[in-house]
């Protein structure tokens, strides 16, 4: 609710337009930023009503790497109940509700940051912010998205239900998360993965901590890796306008704790696999996943932006490897 709730909202999409001289022990004076992410292709969505347009972009439909994100661990989660048909629709239904959510979450973080929003260049053209919507018309966007949301989530079990409605709270307050603690993508990883904890539940009618637990873990422990790489973009930008984020705290041990994040999710992607029993493709795909894991950090330019946003975006193919390796093991079991 994936750049999703970031760039996707703040978190997830900064192009660093302002840059300013720093003392910060982070940066140093002499390193030199790209200002900015490459421009985005043409798509469909550019073609729709110039009415329309302001609401695409708030609700970030323009920018699909966050609805992966965002997509990805429930899909997992799904995954790891069985490849059946009734899975294969709970995977569409979910991909519908990712879509919603992560439209409303950075609906809701606009609605939060409207007034850093106007103070930074690379923010005050965002449509509340730029006044292209107004706050009213924003919070009836937000409300209909969480309503069309409703509707996805009702076509779902009880137990699944309530999950989804206990999910509004983090969507509510990760966006101030931000204010006061270093850590807003630690804030991120709980909101962004709840799908993990959704997708087993929906497929099966229970609640099993011991396999949807280790899996929620292993997607905070992945966001804290890719959004870690993506906030260090922004690192003047937030210093600019009295933000936190891990880039910011971690600074120069960034690719110490980049692999710490990394042994995290994929021993927790071990654990549950061992919780239902996969089979050998499963673990051999881990093997995959972790070699990729490692060229991102490894190749990584912390101090350019490019680079950044290179590591970061294909953290959707880290997301579609894991998907892939759990649906191969499901073929032995």
Not at 103 to 122: H, Q, S, Y
Not at 229 to 239: C, I, S, V
Request: charged share 15%.
């Amino acid at each position: 609710m994936i750049y999703l709730l970031r760039q996707t909202c703040p978190l997830i999409l900064r192009s660093s337009i302002i840059r300013i001289t720093t003392t910060s022990m982070y940066i140093h004076p002499q390193q030199k930023y790209i200002s900015s992410i490459p421009q985005r292709p043409k798509t469909i969505l550019d073609n729709l009503p110039k009415s329309i347009q302001p609401y695409i972009r708030l609700s970030r439909m323009d920018k699909p790497i966050g609805t992966w994100l965002l997509f990805l661990p429930g899909a997992w989660s799904i995954a790891f109940a069985g490849t059946t048909l009734h899975n294969i629709e709970l995977i569409g239904l979910f991909a519908v509700g990712s879509i919603l959510m992560r439209g409303a979450g950075c609906t809701i973080n606009d609605l939060w940051d409207k007034d850093f929003d106007r103070r930074v260049e690379r923010t005050k053209s965002r449509p509340i912010a730029s006044g292209e919507i107004s706050v009213r018309q924003a919070f009836i966007w937000a409300t209909i998205q969480l309503s069309l949301s409703f509707l996805i989530l009702i076509q779902l079990n009880i137990p699944s239900i309530i999950l989804g409605v206990i999910a509004l709270v983090p969507v509510a307050i990760y966006p101030l998360m931000k204010r006061f603690t270093y850590w807003p993508q630690l804030f991120l990883g709980v909101t962004f993965n709840w799908g993990a904890l959704m997708g087993f539940t929906a497929a099966t009618g229970i609640v099993f901590p011991s396999i949807i637990l280790p899996l929620y873990f292993a997607g905070i422990a992945w966001t804290l890796h890719y959004d870690t790489m993506y906030a260090h973009q922004d690192k003047t930008d937030d210093l600019l306008v009295g933000v936190k984020s891990t880039a910011l705290r971690l600074g120069a041990e960034t690719k110490l704790w980049l692999r710490a994040f990394s042994i995290g999710m994929i021993s927790h992607l071990i654990t549950a696999g061992l919780s239902v029993d996969q089979t050998w493709p499963y673990y051999l795909g881990l093997v995959g996943v972790s070699y990729h894991l490692h060229k991102q950090i490894e190749t990584v330019n912390l101090n350019k932006n490019t680079s950044c946003w290179n590591a970061f975006a294909s953290n959707r193919l880290t997301g579609l490897m894991i998907l892939a390796s759990i649906l191969a093991g499901n073929l032995l079991r």
